[in-house]
């Protein structure tokens, strides 16, 4: 009996050993063709890092101001009785917008015209009479005077009557009514917005580091999201004579003509000061850039291989300092030589040291100043 139980675990052990060698031989088996095994190389669009001469610009972030601009209110408070614009029109200096009602001020003006009259013409008697040495020199001068003042008071009405038929102070556009007839006004409470659209002003800011750069005269380039890949071209105006005491920086003032009035107030606007003086840069599409919180960086494409095997691409991921963009490009600072092969799109896929394919036939054109098409 117990002979037989040893033969069966004698088997046991043998069955055992010869499994787990087994186990072993394929393990080993797929290690090493996992260690043989080549991926396939990830077809990447490529670029060459070449140099040009960029014009020299000093870049900065503002907006779109009016030339004129005004939110059109009454001087006088009353009630609105005549509102003889609509909203969005344009108009010309001194057209007429709105009128409020000037009822009591109307009946004032004829009771001082007629009191006016009648010191008139008590004036032209006494006048007569002081000729005739009937009546005194003061007497003369009090009807005078008494006629002078009650025109004087006529003329105050007028006037208020005047500052209650509201015009447009000069040409320009308006915006949207804020009123309707019967509405009792404020002083002030606002009936219309009015902006002169042409020319405008781009303001903006630089650093006091450029103050040394800046003259009036100088080029300036805008763009806006609102028109992508369209400029609109100025020219620097007007420099504060005194700079920020917070943030050490001057406000600049630049004129652009805006015929087409496509500028308006109010809009976020990209400023380039153009310089006189142009600077050879290295350029790369904008689509070789990857960022990450450690910094920019491009892959490199590279040529590996040897007498005994055929060479394959490559890629080095290279760490790059960035600095001015122009349209699809950007310039590199350093990090980066003359003639170097970088991939331009399909970045986010790649690993250092992975073999590539290049296949430029469905990049998409780059241009330093693009026009994409409307949607």
Do not use: C
């Not at 709105?98 to 009648?118: C, D, F, I, V």
């Not at 902006?195 to 103050?211: G, R, T, W």
């Not at 920020?244 to 920086?249: E, G, K, L």
């Amino acid at each position: 009996m117990k002979r037989k139980l040893l033969i069966a675990i004698v088997l046991v052990v043998v069955i055992s050993g010869a499994l787990a060698a087994v186990k072993v031989l394929q393990i080993r088996k797929l290690a090493a063709a996992g260690k043989a095994f080549v991926p396939p190389p990830e077809f990447v669009s490529s670029a060459t890092a070449r140099s040009e001469n960029w014009q020299n610009t000093l870049d900065a972030i503002g907006s779109i101001s009016a030339v004129q601009g005004v939110n059109v209110a009454p001087e006088i408070a009353g009630t609105v009785s005549e509102i003889a614009f609509e909203s969005g029109a344009v108009v010309e200096k001194g057209a007429l917008l709105a009128r409020l009602n000037t009822s009591s001020e109307q009946a004032q003006l004829r009771a001082l015209e007629a009191q006016a009259e009648l010191a008139r013409i008590n004036a032209e008697r006494v006048g007569i009479l002081r000729t005739n040495n009937t009546v005194s020199q003061s007497e003369w001068d009090t009807a005078e005077a008494t006629w002078k003042q009650d025109q004087a008071n006529a003329d105050a009405i007028r006037a208020a009557i005047e500052k209650k038929t509201i015009r447009a102070p000069f040409a320009g556009k308006l915006g949207i009514r804020l009123v309707n007839v019967g509405e009792y006004l404020d002083t002030g409470k606002a009936i219309v917005s009015l902006q002169s659209l042409s020319p405008v002003y781009a303001e903006f800011s630089l650093p006091q580091q450029d103050l040394a750069q800046l003259k009036t005269g100088m080029s300036v380039r805008v763009t806006l999201d609102s028109y992508p890949g369209r400029q609109f071209d100025g020219v620097l105006t007007a420099m504060n004579p005194e700079l920020d005491p917070a943030t050490r920086s001057i406000r600049l003032q630049a004129t652009l003509d805006n015929p087409e009035q496509l500028l308006h107030p109010g809009m976020f606007a990209r400023i380039q000061l153009l310089l006189p003086s142009e600077q050879s840069v290295l350029v790369v599409p904008a689509t070789a850039i990857l960022s990450a919180p450690f910094g920019d960086s491009v892959f490199v494409i590279e040529s590996k291989g040897s007498t005994n095997s055929p060479a394959t691409q490559v890629v080095r991921q290279q760490f790059v300092r960035v600095g001015r963009s122009r349209g699809d490009f950007v310039s590199i600072e350093s990090g980066l030589k003359p003639g170097e092969q970088v991939v331009s799109s399909g970045i986010f896929k790649l690993r250092n040291g992975m073999t590539v394919a290049e296949n430029n036939q469905v990049t998409p054109a780059t241009s330093e100043n693009p026009q994409p098409p409307d949607r």
